[in-house]
């Protein structure tokens, strides 16, 4: 799906009155490049949250129109990322962003973007450790949760399966390097042996070289911490076509309907995790995704809607749409004490701030910031059986 979707725009329809004022999120993910398959259903969670409080219409007092504009990161290209998103901030006048996706260009764009613009972020995936101690000035956010604890329930997974000796192969980027350091550190420590950890090139037509070495260094398990639609995909075609794995472990980066829909079949007994709750939450923005025509089940969806949902609540909690104003309620709204809100009760959320009172945004990942641009995070344990993704366990 190879559609270029810089600043697509995605308005939701509100009455407005004499002084409405028109506020702008932008949502900058990778509608191109090797997350594409699951960027059209995050967009689609936050504008779920978007069109729940346009429809409300009392954010803020009420007469405001809330409009979410799209720009590609891409993913990969942080050149590009960074272009988007100056577009977002000086042509389209975003009062914040939703995003960006994989690691590395969210980097770029808080360093380059919002930090010299005082523009607050919420990322859904980016899942870098780095950015935990990133300087962020406060602006930004995420509601997934770090690779420093994907690694830590990686080893924990495998431990349990009684699995001693994995090979490793990741996407060269911030992303890729950053969970596998972190898994290596976490398994090692358990008493695992890492036989050897190599990274891939994305966009390549042939990975043999890679998976030779692979298979000369051993192993049980072949850990692809890679991207389902550029070289994860690769190196598992290669693994299988080869023979050299059978069995993998595919961390949340290869989550998807496509590697259902691609390799559940062909890695029987395979498994892995990404970041998911059994929540009550979830399964209400379950219902209400379906019900717009969207997946709401496919990787980083109702993180992205959380996203954009605590952008819009810290704006109601601060009485302001000016980012260096709210960005001190994004904590506030998302942390106890206070009221529980699910997706679907936004609106019984702006009443509750309107009137004074404190809320605890629960949303459809069970939301919880434990620091400067952390979340403490839940993950779901899946596993490939007869031909489907199933669910093991929540952890």
Do not use: W
Request: with cysteine; charged share 20%; glycine share 12%.
């Amino acid at each position: 799906m190879k559609k270029l979707l810089l600043a697509t725009t995605a308005a939701f329809a509100l009455a407005g009155g004499a002084h409405a004022e028109d506020i702008k999120i932008g949502i900058i993910l990778g509608f191109t490049g090797p997350l594409e398959s699951l960027a059209p259903d995050m967009a689609a969670g936050a504008e779920l949250a978007i069109a729940e409080v346009n429809a409300a219409g009392t954010l803020l007092g009420g007469g405001h129109t809330i409009t979410a504009i799209r720009g590609d990161s891409t993913c990969v290209d942080a050149a590009a990322a960074v272009a988007a998103a100056e577009r977002l901030v000086t042509s389209d006048k975003v009062n914040a962003i939703m995003g960006a996706d994989c690691s590395g260009v969210t980097g770029a764009i808080l360093q380059n973007v919002a930090r010299p613009n005082g523009v607050v972020m919420i990322s859904p995936s980016a899942t870098s450790p780095a950015l935990s101690t990133a300087e962020d000035d406060g602006l930004f956010f995420r509601t997934a949760p770090s690779d420093a604890r994907q690694g830590q329930v990686m080893a924990d997974i495998l431990k349990e399966r009684g699995i001693s000796s994995v090979a490793v192969s990741y996407t060269n980027n911030d992303y890729g390097k950053g969970l596998a350091d972190s898994f290596q550190a976490a398994f090692t420590a358990a008493g695992g042996t890492v036989t050897l950890t190599a990274p891939h090139e994305d966009g390549k037509a042939d990975y043999s070289a890679e998976i030779g070495a692979l298979a000369s260094a051993g192993g049980e398990v072949l850990v692809v911490a890679g991207y389902i639609d550029q070289g994860g995909a690769g190196i598992t075609n290669a693994a299988l076509d080869s023979g050299a794995f059978d069995t993998f472990m595919f961390p949340d980066g290869m989550f998807s309907q496509a590697l259902e829909d691609n390799f559940a079949a062909k890695t029987e007994g395979s498994f892995g995790q990404h970041p998911g709750t059994d929540s009550d939450g979830l399964a209400a923005f379950h219902a209400a995704g379906a019900a717009a025509g969207f997946n709401p089940r496919n990787a980083f969806s109702p993180e992205s809607y959380d996203a954009a949902a605590l952008i819009l609540l810290a704006m109601q909690a601060a009485g302001s749409t000016d980012p260096k104003v709210f960005k001190d309620k994004v904590m506030d709204v998302a942390n106890a004490p206070g009221e529980p809100i699910q997706p679907g009760e936004l609106a019984k959320a702006i009443e509750i701030l309107k009137n004074g009172g404190d809320i605890d945004y629960v949303g459809a990942s069970a939301v919880e910031l434990i620091g400067a641009g952390e979340s403490a995070g839940n993950y779901r344990e899946f596993e490939m059986k007869g031909g489907k993704i199933e669910t093991v366990k929540f952890r």
